[in-house]
């Protein structure tokens, strides 16, 4: 039987890091079966898009709820290697999804790059419209997700936070590359949803706990350009960067304009979360 009652998928990742730190005791966490280091806190690894390792997990072990957080996030490995892309999100999801036991709640973390960013803000009901690799293959899962009973997709902007490398998400981003002496561009156009990672990682477990199912946006109480939470975050943190900036036309990948997120709903579990950088 079941290790425990709770698996979370990505663990390792920006938003799986934060979510394990905000969870309650006893939650099964994995990280890519790649990771040389395991995390502190993490002791297994998988590859979703391995079907035999996927099956023979849950023929032996049947989690009441699946937090899925996993996958290749960085939209430049994306556009490069599409195909990788392409099994890693939406293959390993379609797996997850099969060999999961039934009865299993699911909570998918999406993103905002479902959308382009030329007509936010955008809501649960608005049509997804990706325009890179990276966003095609989140809807792609998205659909995998949504074709199944007792689950949730919940999309998201940035996340901001530390990191299980110290090298990932955008705190950890202007750290390690300051610390390192690398440059840094910051996009001049691209205005997001960003929150702290840890309310959003409280949000997630409280709509893990929810009934709900379909489509749910983390809103936050302003979106913010790029350069605006780069400045904010280097001083915050008073990390001492020095970052340059450019618009997302003369980037070499395809990058998002503004999408800020909005939501059709008005319960508690829709109010919007505290902006990174407040009005």
Known sequence: MATSDVFLFGANSMLGWSILRAGAPGVTPFCNGNTRTLPEGIERGIHLDDELAMALLFSHERPRLIIHCAGVCNVETCEKSPEFAHSVNVEGTRILAEYAPREARIVYCSSDHVFGGDGGPYSEATATAPISVYG????????????????????????????????????????????????????????????????????????????????????????????????????????????????????????????????????????????????
Do not use: Y
């Open 136 to 279: 095609r293959t989140r809807v792609g899962a998205e659909q995998l997700m949504l074709a199944r009973p007792n689950t949730l997709v919940v999309r998201s902007g940035l996340w901001i936070g530390p990191s299980s490398t110290g090298r990932i998400g955008h705190l950890d981003w202007l750290r390690d590359r300051h610390r390192r002496g690398l440059p840094m561009t910051v996009v001049t156009d691209e205005v997001r949803s960003a929150v702290w990672a840890e309310d959003a990682a409280r949000r997630v477990w409280d709509l893990a706990r929810s009934d709900l199912t379909g489509i749910r946006h983390i809103t936050a109480t302003r979106a913010v350009a790029r350069p605006e939470i780069a400045a904010f975050v280097n001083r915050h943190f008073e990390i001492g960067a020095t970052f340059g900036v450019q618009p997302r036309r003369e980037r070499r990948t395809p990058h998002l304009g503004n999408v800020e997120l909005a939501t059709v709903h008005d319960d508690d579990l829709a109010s919007p979360l505290p902006s990174v950088v407040s009005a």
